[in-house]
Nanobody
Framework: QVQLVESGGGSVQAGGSLRLSCVVFGNTYYAYSMAWFRQAPGKKREGVAG??????TYYSDSVKGRFTISQDNAKNLYLQMNSLKPEDTAMYYCAATYHTVVGGIGLTDDYNYWGQGTQVTVFS
């Protein structure tokens, strides 16, 4: 089993940067593919960035070129967010699955493990 703990959220002015971290506890075998999702009030949870077991990375169109997903040898996950916009305001969640997510970030149903979330607020 896996536990995911996010940190790094906060309030930042538009144009600023934040770096989110997700520490993986437990058997990292179960963190085969990982991703960041976000959910704004009244909206569905959406995939932001994903990383496959082969290191391939995927981004939603809304964050491509501004966000960078990365992972260290311990499977801990990071999201560097630059040029933040007010529309990036949301709760950000780390997710992991022991399956291979093929060809993209995937959907919420593709992931077995979720962190508790970290709030990102971008003000203009």
């Amino acid at each position: 089993q896996v536990q995911l703990v996010e940190s790094g959220g906060g309030s930042v002015q538009a144009g600023g940067s934040l770096r989110l971290s997700c520490v993986v506890f437990g058997n990292t075998y179960y963190a085969y593919s990982m991703a960041w999702f976000r959910q704004a009030p009244g909206k569905k949870r959406e995939g932001v960035a994903g990383i496959a077991s082969d290191g391939g990375t995927y981004y939603s169109d809304s964050v491509k070129g501004r966000f960078t997903i990365s992972q260290d040898n311990a499977k801990n996950l990071y999201l560097q967010m630059n040029s933040l916009k007010p529309e990036d305001t949301a709760m950000y969640y780390c997710a992991a699955t022991y399956h291979t997510v093929v060809g993209g970030i995937g959907l919420t149903d593709d992931y077995n493990y979720w962190g508790q979330g970290t709030q990102v607020t971008v003000f203009s």
